[in-house]
């Protein structure tokens, strides 16, 4: 690595802290450190929406993908799109009623707090596994790039400092931080990303749109797939895609957090749907990265280009195609999509653990002899721990990080969000039915996950979310009915002899 990227990279990691403190002020609360002041801008949370959800297995899997299928992801987003508006318009109302610190809150109205807590702990169980590949994963092309450079650092020692560095500025400055260093973040590897396809494309021979017409790479959908195991057929991604963003931008702490930041209703539909547009512009840069990457590389499959996995193709070509100094620039944009994201999970996580469990939180708050804003830095903390520890259970994969992350949290998505739909659709709908269903359909996700992928029939994560949805539904109507029997048995057994 030459001196001008380990410039830009210093540069990146010495500004983006301050000037996210700066912007974000001095918070005086819990609620000031989770919920921003609620006076947000709608354009700033629409970027941190998207650096959210994107994040380093975007930038790092997606040019793998469309390396093997083409622009696939960019289906995917039409999907996204569909979804969104329909939050955004049944979902996004139901957060405004009230003075709500998680997406949970509106399940405890509804169904009371078992109900809420339940939700609760499945998001950060679910988003625990999810984000630790999302951490593993930002690691990659830093370990390679110290590799070239013969720093054979411990994966333990480069996962701690990629997550001090986020605490820095999340700890001290809270969702306004975050948001606010999502923003930039997220321009930054956007502008990297469009750099990499202007020079791959500058280095590329004159016919390369014809030989990528030609070869199917340019295609939205995979049309010759199993529409089970593949999420990329046409109706896997419109109808799939739309499911997979109703789940996460409807009933997601991650996600909804932010539009709970929003000033008004109004501004928080915005944010959203403009955040579908920011998704589906870097989906497309960085599948064109993937494909010209393909005719960089002659064609070559990635067994014949030397890669073990999809993953592997754009560090490779970061560290070793790319001129110093955009190296650098996009060196500090993975690090910048690998903090965004955890920035982001952990005040979504800080904020379910501290609203979610409010009274076990008061009682810790006492005993430890804090002030809850001292508390809800801890539980920070926590988290961030845990987030470590998690990430090595990853380490030895040869599967794209960005469908284990999507598999992983498409687990949880399906039954909360026909918890979600149940409440607001179904008025007869209680606890009693509901709280068993949801508690054991999602260990079947887990297990229908797990059982299928060593024979090589993974679900398609958006099959996840429509399969939890209908267990769900499966078992409360199971136990609506075994309820009523035993009603009616319990008369009968009251019932005095003549």
């Not at 329909?86 to 009623?97: D, E, N, S």
């Not at 679910?126 to 630790?132: I, K």
């Not at 499959?301 to 001129?323: E, K, N």
């Not at 965004?340 to 076990?360: I, K, N, Q, R, W």
């Amino acid at each position: 690595m030459s001196l001008t990227d380990l410039l830009v990279m210093l540069a990146y990691l010495a500004a983006m802290p301050v000037v996210a403190l700066v912007l974000a002020g001095r918070q005086s609360s819990p609620q000031s450190y989770l919920e921003g002041h609620g006076d947000l801008p709608w354009w700033a949370l629409c970027l941190s929406l998207v650096a959210t959800e994107t994040s380093t297995l975007t930038v790092i899997s997606v040019p793998g993908i469309a390396y093997g299928s083409g622009m696939v992801f960019v289906g995917l987003a039409l999907g996204y799109l569909l979804g969104r508006s329909i939050v955004a318009w049944l979902f996004l109302p139901l957060y405004q009623q009230g003075q709500m610190l998680s997406a949970y809150d509106w399940l405890g109205q509804r169904f009371g707090a078992p109900m809420q807590r339940l939700a609760s702990a499945t998001f950060l169980i679910t988003r625990l596994l999810a984000e630790a590949v999302r951490l593993f994963a930002g690691m990659l092309p830093l370990a390679t790039m110290l590799a070239a450079m013969h720093w054979h650092l411990p994966q333990p020692v480069v996962l701690g400092a990629i997550m001090l560095l986020t605490l820095l500025y999340t700890v001290c400055g809270g969702l306004r931080a975050v948001v606010w260093s999502d923003s930039l973040q997220f321009c930054l590897y956007l502008s990297g990303a469009a750099a990499c396809v202007g020079l791959l494309w500058h280095a590329a021979p004159a016919s390369t749109w014809h030989t990528l017409q030609q070869a199917g790479r340019l295609h939205l959908f995979a049309h010759h797939a199993s529409l089970l195991n593949n999420p990329f057929t046409p109706l896997a991604a419109i109808a799939g895609g739309a499911l997979l963003s109703v789940a996460s931008h409807g009933t997601d702490q991650l996600m909804v957090q932010r539009v709970l930041a929003a000033r008004s209703l109004r501004d928080a539909r915005l944010a959203l749907m403009g955040s579908a547009v920011g998704v589906a512009i870097l989906f497309a840069l960085l599948s064109l990265t993937g494909v010209l990457l393909w005719v960089h590389n002659g064609g070559r499959t990635l067994a014949q280009a030397g890669f073990s996995a999809p993953d592997a193709i754009f560090p490779a070509y970061i560290v070793y195609g790319l001129p110093p100094g955009l190296r650098g620039l996009m060196l500090a944009g993975i690090l910048a999509a690998t903090m965004g994201s955890l920035s982001a999970t952990l005040s979504a996580m800080t904020a379910a653990s501290v609203g979610d469990f409010a009274p076990l939180c008061a009682r810790a708050t006492r005993a430890l002899r804090c002030t809850p804003l001292g508390f809800a830095r801890l539980v920070t903390l926590a988290w961030a721990m845990a987030l470590v520890g998690c990430a090595g259970l990853f380490a030895h994969g040869s599967q794209s990080a960005i469908m284990l992350g999507l598999s992983i949290a498409a687990c949880g998505y399906g039954p909360m969000l026909g918890t979600f739909v149940a409440g607001m659709a179904i008025p007869r709908a209680t606890a009693r039915t509901l709280a068993p269903a949801f508690a054991m359909s999602v260990p079947l996700m887990v297990w229908t996950m797990l059982a299928l992928r060593p024979y090589g029939q993974a679900l398609a994560f958006p099959w996840l979310i429509v399969l939890g949805m209908v267990a769900l539904f499966g078992l409360a109507g199971l136990f609506h009915i075994m309820h009523l029997i035993f009603c009616t048995l319990r008369a009968r057994n009251r019932k005095p002899l003549p």
